[in-house]
């Protein structure tokens, strides 16, 4: 692969499973182990332009379409599901909503170093008391003559001990609701800015999950991102495009985990055994299709939030039911700490929770049938 990167969305999954296999799958198990993506890999993974993927040219970015990033972020997932969900929060929902959102100058101030992956993007938004009910925000924001001091703390957040940038998400006055939330650009090491703590988790092990507390951050005019009070609509737009990402992962890990499963399994094993790798290949299947057809939705200028919430949703149990299916098949050994089927299996649970959990999923899809005018079918 050239410095230039490739172009074609078939030379980036190319590129994506060459990175893949010689980068990232030989170190999935140590990433794992020890919860942490060297910075050598962030920063060959930003070497080969894959956190520039889909930004503006005029900004450093490379460009490709929704489907495009969903292929490579499926390969990458398939090595290791900490990489691809570090990539996928960077993109989708940090740098992804500043070439939505952003000013020129909040554009030309930011996208470069997210696209050479000088500063690795994070998304803000959940908090101790406020995660599915994302109005209920309690982190606070007030105007000062030079801009905006924020004041609260946010848990769960991906990529914020070596954030760059994070994307955060503050009220003006929570009894406004959803009307008092506004987004906030607020660079790593901005001070009143830390990290209180860093949890160890079950799975996607490597990609940092923290807690963060905002105290005192005063931030200039600039940080504001898209109209003020209309934050939950930013944070709102950034999850869609995110579900997408997340289902890429999840349909990565998916894949790897029938992989898995189909190296076991003979035409003479026990029925069990085959059953379960014809079940698994049809909930493959099936999260493909939703993933690519979602991806297709966005990228032709078509609504995709229906679409993205059932690709979401699908991929992610698929992502389980597969990894549950190949411990199955593969018995004690796949049990064993270090072994595939134990650490897919573990990924795959995380899926379910991320970007908006399954049940959220279920009501962002009723919603929106009851609420399409003609009504839509599948
Ligand atoms: C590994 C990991 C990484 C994450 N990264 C980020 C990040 O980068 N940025 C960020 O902002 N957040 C992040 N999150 C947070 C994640 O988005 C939230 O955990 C998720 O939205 C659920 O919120 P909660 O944990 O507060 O659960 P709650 O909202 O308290 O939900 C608890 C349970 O109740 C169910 N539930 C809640 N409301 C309803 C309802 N109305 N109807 C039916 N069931 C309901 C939920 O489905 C869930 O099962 C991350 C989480 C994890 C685990």
Redesign the pocket.
């Known amino acids: 692969m050239t410095d230039a990167g490739p172009r074609s969305a078939t030379e980036w999954r190319a590129a994506a499973q060459t990175f893949a296999t010689e980068y990232v799958r030989p170190r999935a198990e140590s990433i794992d182990r020890d919860d942490r993506i060297p910075s050598e890999l962030v920063r060959a993974l930003a070497a080969q332009k894959f956190t520039a993927l889909g930004l503006p040219p005029d900004w450093g970015g490379q460009p490709a379409d929704t489907a495009t990033v969903s292929a490579v972020l499926e390969e990458l997932a398939a090595a290791s599901a900490a990489v691809a969900v570090t990539l996928a ?1 960077h993109l989708s ?1 940090c740098a992804t909503p500043i070439s939505q959102w952003g000013t020129a100058g909040q554009q030309a101030s930011w996208l470069p170093a997210l696209a050479r992956g000088d500063r690795i993007g ?5 908090e101790p008391g ?4 994302t109005a209920s925000l309690r982190t606070r924001y007030e105007h000062v003559p030079e801009g905006f001091v924020l004041n609260g703390s ?7 001990a070596t954030a760059g940038l994070l994307l955060v998400f503050a009220s003006r006055d929570p009894s406004l609701g959803s009307h008092g939330i506004s987004a906030f650009l607020v660079p790593g090491g901005t001070p009143g800015f830390s990290v209180t703590q860093r949890f160890d ?1 079950l799975g ?1 092990r490597g ?1 940092e ?1 923290t807690e963060l507390l905002l105290e005192n951050v005063r931030l200039p005019a600039t940080a504001l991102l898209g109209p003020e009070g209309g934050g939950l609509k930013v944070a709102l737009s950034a999850l869609a495009g995110g579900r997408v990402g997340i289902a890429s992962c999840a349909l990565g890990v998916a894949r790897a985990a029938f992989e898995e499963m189909r190296r076991r399994v003979r035409l003479e094993d026990a029925d069990w055994k085959r059953t379960l790798l014809a079940r698994s290949f049809v909930e493959l299947a099936s999260a493909r299709a939703l993933v690519e057809g979602a991806a297709r939705r966005r990228d032709s200028g078509q609504p995709f939030t229906t679409e993205a919430s059932a690709a979401k949703l699908v991929a992610s149990r698929a992502a389980v039911f597969i990894a549950s299916a190949g411990m199955d098949v593969a018995g004690p050994s796949g049990a064993i700490s270090g072994a595939a089927p134990e650490r897919l299996l573990r990924d795959a649970r ?1 899926f379910p ?8 999923q279920e ?1 962002i899809l009723a919603r929106a049938l009851l609420e399409d005018d003609p009504p839509r079918t599948a």
Do not use: C, M, P, Y
């Not at 406020?130 to 009910?133: F, L, Q, V």
């Not at 946010?154 to 914020?160: D, E, G, H, L, Y």
């Not at 929770?353 to 959220?360: L, R």
């Open positions: 929060v929902v994070a998304f803000g938004l959940t406020a995660g599915s009910d946010k848990t769960f957040i991906s990529n914020a988790k996607l990609s999950t995380v929770i991320v970007e908006g959990t399954t049940e959220i009501l």
